[in-house]
């Protein structure tokens, strides 16, 4: 009987779908994960359930879409409100990929960032993890550890630490950690980098980290301190991938490497248009490297559209588990195009975002778009950049996607008191016209 697969999935916060060597990008700033694909399987039609943070980390956990749960609905869960808010989160009774797995008699760790909830209602350990730590909000100085409102946000399971140090280092030690320690049965390791999230500052810039007031951090930043955001992340990933490789783990871990939604405004997302907070293909599209040297090839390319939520499903097919049976996926697994990159499964994928009244289905090659109520259609085997609109040209096809994304819609329960709030100036706004 064959050993079941240990896991490593590895989360980047807002990296540009072009930022990496691998995926095109234009500087040298991820030698390990670009070796990593290498290695293994590369997405070129990777996808994030959504073009902000905490939504698509519901999908990921739970494998269905994040707007089946009031706190997948909020665009995102913001620190300040949602302390002690008991609708605001994850909740404990919900299965997850890591319940599910650890219940399997997989040994689980979160290390990272969660952003799914506040004490005393939510929390990693609550969900299905057995260890933790990281920050529970979405977003923290990479020095003081420090939350947008000044909070303190450093957790080791459920108790408050504070640790000197950069925030991604901090990260990377203990992920290796957990790897070193990981030698009788499975595993599930979840690895949440904070980084290249703002506030931008690499491992030199404590002195920024002191002068900025607030992290939200409009004032500062440069594409050069981005990309060494990333590499000192792709640095921690070596490390991780390393610990792996000195554990004799490797041949049978899978270790998945993406992103929780597109690029902010230092990242390239070439050829690709919009970023963070837009349902254009910049804001969705996403990194996605796969490495199982046990079942998966070398130096794949697989065109498979998938979706965050695929995660689960693909990992606890690869276990042996079946998810919850009151609790259906909406996420399909992924496991035959991982041992085939050519075994390619049809789907709709769909999104939808308060922020603009956006509306999004992939079906094919074919994408309808509304945003504010203007309706777009692309070609994207022919125009990934979106610019060629065929709504005019295509009248029939445009409204049959639109009312197969209305079906979608109203099969969902509703959140009317649901909020966008992630903060955002006019220079932030991306519009398939501009």
């Known amino acids: 009987m064959k050993a079941p697969p ?5 989360l980047a916060d807002d990296l540009g779908y072009a930022d990496l060597g691998c995926y095109g990008g234009r500087s ?3 030698p390990s994960l670009d070796r990593l694909a290498k290695e293994g399987l590369r997405f070129t039609q990777g996808y994030a359930n959504s073009s902000v943070c905490s939504p698509t980390r519901f999908a990921l956990m739970t494998g269905r879409w994040q707007h089946r749960l009031r706190g997948g609905a909020d665009e995102p869960i913001r620190s300040g409100a949602a302390r002690g808010d008991p609708r605001l989160g994850l909740p404990p009774a919900h299965p997850t990929l890591p319940s599910l797995l650890r219940d399997a008699g997989y040994a689980t760790g979160l290390v990272g ?3 799914l909830g506040f004490p005393p209602h939510f929390g990693p350990l609550k969900s299905g993890y057995q260890e933790f730590f990281g920050s529970l909000s979405g977003a923290q100085d990479y020095f003081t550890h420090c939350d947008p409102g000044g909070v303190h946000d450093l957790f080791e399971g459920e108790t408050e630490v504070f640790r000197k140090g950069y925030l991604t280092d901090l990260i990377t030690e203990k992920a290796v950690g957990f790897v070193n320690k990981a030698k009788r049965g499975p595993f599930l390791l979840s690895v949440h ?9 690499a491992r030199s810039d404590a002195a920024e980290s002191k002068r900025i007031d607030k992290i939200y951090h409009f004032d500062g930043g440069s594409v050069a ?6 590499r000192q992340m792709d640095e921690g990933i070596g490390r991780i991938l390393a610990a792996l490789k000195e ?9 998945v490497f993406t992103s929780d939604n597109g690029g902010e405004r230092y990242s390239d997302t070439w050829p690709l248009v919009g970023k963070k907070m837009d349902l254009l293909e910049g804001g969705i599209r996403v990194p996605y490297i796969v490495r199982w040297p046990a079942r998966v090839k070398r130096g794949g390319v697989t065109a498979q559209q998938a979706v965050t939520m695929d995660w689960v499903a693909t990992f606890l097919d690869a276990a042996g588990v079946q998810p919850h049976r009151d609790y259906p996926l909406d996420g399909i697994s992924l496991l035959k195009t991982l041992q085939d990159p050519k075994k390619l499964v049809k789907r709709d994928l769909y999104w939808k975002m308060l922020f603009r009244n956006q509306k999004a289905l992939r079906s094919g090659d074919w994408k309808y778009l509304s945003v504010e109520g203007d309706e777009f259609l692309f070609n994207l085997a022919r125009d990934e950049r979106e610019r060629a609109n065929h709504g005019k040209r295509e009248p029939e096809r445009l409204a049959a996607m639109r009312a197969k994304f209305l079906a979608w819609d109203e099969s969902l329960p509703k959140h009317p008191d649901a909020v966008y709030s992630v903060p955002a100036t006019k220079a932030d706004l991306v519009t398939p016209s501009s």
């Open 225 to 230: 301190t981005y990309l060494t955001m990333i």
């Open 247 to 255: 554990n004799k783990l490797d041949r049978n871990t899978i270790v």
């Open 6 to 10: 240990n896991f490593v999935f590895i």
């Open 113 to 115: 960032k969660w952003h």
């Open 193 to 201: 980098y904070n980084a290249p999230h703002w506030p931008w500052e």
């Open 28 to 30: 040298k700033c991820s």
